[in-house]
């Protein structure tokens, strides 16, 4: 009688180590599978961060894209892109109606780590650091040649994403009226 009970205490502790095992391949898997998917999911973040600064430059210029209303200047002063550091993407505001709002701008450009857009008038006098954080960067070119306008974002790991938007409207205003 003691041997059959020695058996059934050895069935289970076969079992149990079994279990054990299978368990233990178990949180192996998952640890591989977090590993795996953490740098899936950087990757994906280091793609969407290169690609949503200069599709957001592209909507934001195809949504302005009218006649006179799309320009290239400096922060400073819109007609001279030579007058400051801080190269300006210049779009003319239309209001609810559809029409241009005169002496209205969004400026886009770059200043102190972020591309930043404001919503000014003309005669008002703003500091490069009043625009709203759009995107975390590490530099934003903007230039125009004809209805051409060419942009580079350099992102926060040193990438570079360029883009070209032929403007369809007729071309660049050369910043007067």
Do not use: W
């Not at 020695?6 to 192996?28: E, K, N, Q, R």
């Not at 591989?32 to 957001?56: H, I, P, W």
């Not at 241009?100 to 703003?126: H, M």
């Amino acid at each position: 009688m003691k041997k059959e009970t020695t058996g059934h205490h050895m069935d289970g502790v076969y079992v149990l180590l079994l279990f054990a095992v299978f368990a233990g391949c178990i949180l192996i898997v998952l640890l591989f599978g977090t590993s795996a998917y953490e740098k899936l999911v950087e990757r994906d973040q280091a793609a969407y961060d290169q690609r949503t600064g200069v599709q957001y430059l592209a909507a934001k210029i195809r949504h302005s894209d009218s006649t006179d209303h799309v320009f290239v200047g400096s922060f400073s002063d819109r007609t001279n892109v030579d007058a400051d550091d801080i190269n300006t993407l210049y779009l003319q505001f239309d209001g609810e109606d559809g029409e241009a709002v005169p002496g209205f701008y969004t400026k886009i450009y770059y200043y102190d780590g972020y591309i930043r857009e404001v919503l000014c008038e003309e005669e008002v006098d703003l500091l490069p650091e009043d625009g709203n954080e759009i995107l975390a960067a590490e530099g934003l070119q903007i230039s125009e040649d004809g209805n051409l306008i060419s942009f580079t974002v350099m992102g926060e790991d040193g990438t570079e994403s360029s883009m070209k938007v032929v403007l369809r409207s007729g071309g660049m205003n050369d910043g007067t009226e």
